[in-house]
Structures are given as C-alpha cells and as structure tokens.
C-alpha cells in the first residue's frame, strides 16, 4: 500500500501534547497498519513520539531532539538521525519501523464553530464563531477531543460546531488494503530450518521482546515463512524471535559448507 501523506505537512500528522493511552484508543479505531500520528513526549520535554498502528498493536517511538555541536537540531530515533520530522518521516515511508511503513497520518474530521465557547474547565478548549477545529477523538456523544490551529487539544461541546462537509470524504473514503506481502522466496523450494545473512540491520523497541535483533554479516536460522514478511528465526546466540524478510537472504551451497563446523 503506498503512502498517502506529505512529510513536510505538519498540521496533518502532529497532534501536539496527546495522552499515550489517548493515542493507542485512536490508532486502535483505524484500519490498516502503518497509520499514525506523533505527539510531545510526557516524560522528555521537547522531545516527540512516533505513534504507529502495526501489528494489531500501537508502537511508541521516542524521537529525540539534540543539540549538535554547530548549535543545529537534530531529531534521533534508535540509532539514526535526522535534520528536521519531515526528514525523519519521509525516511519511514519507504522503511520499515518493526512491521510497516508509515501510510498515513490519523485522518481528522474538520469542525466550524456555530458559537463562542470560553470554556469552563481548565481541560475545555475555548474557540471563536467561525474558528476551524479538527476532532481528534469522539470521547462522548456531546463532548469531543479537538486540536485548533495553534495545536491546543481540548474537550469541546460538539453541539456548538458543526461538520465541514468537504472534509468528510477525505476521512471516510474507502481505503484500499494493502497488499499481499510478496517475496521472492519460494516457501515449498526451502527447507527449514534453514541458514541465513543479516543484509540490513535492524534494532527493534526495547519494548517488543518478539522482535529479534539482527546485525549485518550475522548468520540466523530461519524457522518459518509466514505470508505476512513477518518472518520467525533464532539468532546465534539462540534468541528467537520475528524479523521482515527483506533484512536476510539465504545462504548458498557454497557458504553454507564454509560454515564452522559444517562437513
């Protein structure tokens, strides 16, 4: 499924100041994985999170902002850096984080306000006649989560606003699954266990222990080809877990019988 979004569009990904707990019931409401959205970091100040749907699950990952030593930022996410979030950004449309690419940004309903609202309490967002909000999430039936234009989030009453109508298409139109995940393997001409070359490497989240860490040059058995690219294997150190097929490549003849210990 090819990606659906303009990195250099901040408006359309960036949901400032959101719970985690916030962004998984949102990125959970979606269909496909590689949706996602990035919020500031709760714990780090000034850094941010990239939030994506995959794997039937929502992923965090802090990106930090550091200072270089010529005074620039730099935006960090595992062991790669990156100039600015639209650079980081445009980097995972084309590779994969733990199981996806990112696809598209949380798609957002937009809101004219009928009336002024001052808000009442300190969690209220206060808005204008004729101001623009986007929802962010429908908490309840007349009360909704929504970001303005300065990127505030807050609770607002929707009875006071109502639907951009050319907005709607772009949230509810039917999106394509994705794909098949195709490889180039043929699963009934391998025999598994099998032997296999870290091409890529590759550092999972600290907090997903299924993931298996894999390092170029690394020799890992592969266990089992599943259709999804997700593919199962044991490293040498005999830690299994799942890895994207496309960061390996079989070994041949030829390789394989210069192994230690091969006859």
């Keep these: 499924m090819d990606s659906e979004f303009d990195p250099e569009d901040k408006y359309s990904w960036y949901f400032g100041m959101l719970s985690r707990e916030k962004t998984n019931e949102i990125l959970m409401e979606q269909d496909y994985d590689g949706t996602f959205l990035v919020r500031d970091s709760k714990s780090c100040q000034g850094d941010f999170v990239l939030c994506v749907r995959e794997d039937q699950k929502v992923s965090h990952y802090i990106v930090n902002r550091i200072q270089s030593p010529d005074g620039t930022a730099i935006f960090k996410i595992g062991d790669k850096e990156f100039s600015d979030m639209p650079s980081l950004l445009s ?42 909000l986007e929802v962010i999430y429908k908490d309840e039936e007349e009360w909704w989560t929504a970001i303005n234009t300065d990127f505030r989030i807050g609770q607002i009453p929707a009875q006071y606003t109502e639907v951009l109508e050319d907005s709607v298409p772009s949230s509810r139109t039917p999106v394509r699954p994705p794909p098949p995940i195709t490889n180039i393997y043929d699963g009934a001409s391998i025999k598994l266990p099998a032997k296999a070359v870290v091409i ?12 298996l860490k894999l390092e170029v040059g690394e020799v890992i058995t592969v266990l089992k080809m599943n259709q999804n690219g997700q593919w199962e294997g044991r490293d040498i150190r005999d830690r299994e877990g799942i890895f994207p097929f496309t960061h390996i490549r079989f070994l041949t003849e030829e390789e394989l019988h210069s192994l230690p210990g091969s006859t």
Excluded: N
């Design 91 to 132: 980097f995972y449309k084309t590779h994969y984080l733990e199981t996806t690419t990112l696809i598209k940004p949380v798609p957002r309903t937009k809101l004219v306000c009928k009336y002024k609202f001052d808000g009442r309490d300190p969690e209220d967002l206060p808005f204008k006649k004729g101001d623009i």
């Design 200 to 211: 890529l490497q590759r550092i999972p989240s600290a907090y997903d222990k299924r993931m």
